[in-house]
């Protein structure tokens, strides 16, 4: 059979195109901003305007802090999950507070306790979301049997955070999913993400922040036993 090359020349740059497609962009430093909304049970509708439409998660390398802005206060989660460590970096302008906590190991494990613990299958259906090319996979909670419909895509690589980690083993990136936290479910989606640098030290706390133990923390905000 005789090659056409002016066929081949004029198909081989539509290949590489097509596959430029489906090519997953890795993206190790940057910010994802989530829309979030909450699931709130009866006792805790009060609480409900307080709660951020938005959290901004950045991460690079085995780092990322979920920033939280509930107006009085702003508190930025920092997760290394590798190292099982998280704490609590708190800033409350109006009470010129700085609080700056630890969590314990036993601690995290108590709070994860509250959450689901999930298995999930990839389905078939096909769908684009905030420009991604997602599919839908259904988890199902081992504890109660209560299934979710969650959307992965392949199109970006990025570190797992502490507002998708929960729903993050199950073959893509979460862009649209249900994620808990102590208990209370959060509908969440991407709404954009950044390859852009973290600045240094973010992670972690200035000098001017009071170290607290979470007990006291969460004494002090009306939460202790």
């Not at 009085?72 to 998280?86: D, I, L, Y």
């Not at 999930?120 to 081992?142: F, R, S």
Request: net charge positive; proline share 6%; aromatic share 8%.
């Amino acid at each position: 059979m005789k090659i056409n090359a002016k066929l081949i020349a004029l198909v081989l740059p539509l290949v590489a195109a097509f596959a430029g497609v489906d090519a997953q962009k890795k993206i190790a430093e940057g910010t994802i901003i989530y829309n979030v909304t909450y699931k709130l049970p009866a006792d805790k509708q009060q609480y409900a305007a307080m709660l951020p439409k938005e959290i901004t998660c950045y991460f690079r390398g085995d780092s990322s802090a979920a920033i939280i802005d509930q107006g009085q206060a702003v508190t930025k989660g920092v997760s290394v999950f590798k190292s099982n460590f998280h704490s609590l970096i708190i800033d409350i302008p109006a009470a010129s507070k700085k609080i700056f906590v630890v969590l314990t190991p036993q601690e995290v494990e108590q709070e994860r306790a509250a959450n689901p613990q999930f298995s999930g299958t990839k389905g078939a259906e096909k769908q684009v979301i905030a420009g991604y090319n997602c599919i839908k996979a259904t988890i199902t909670d081992t504890k109660s049997g209560v299934k979710y419909d969650i959307w992965l895509t392949n199109d970006i690589d990025t570190p797992p955070n502490s507002v998708s980690r929960l729903v993050s083993g199950f073959g893509g990136i979460p862009v649209k999913f249900v994620t808990f936290n102590q208990g209370i479910r959060v509908d969440a989606e991407i709404k954009e993400v950044k390859a852009v640098p973290v600045p240094p030290g973010f992670f972690s706390p200035t000098k001017d922040y009071e170290s607290m133990s979470y007990t006291d923390l969460k004494a002090l905000s009306g939460g202790g036993n």
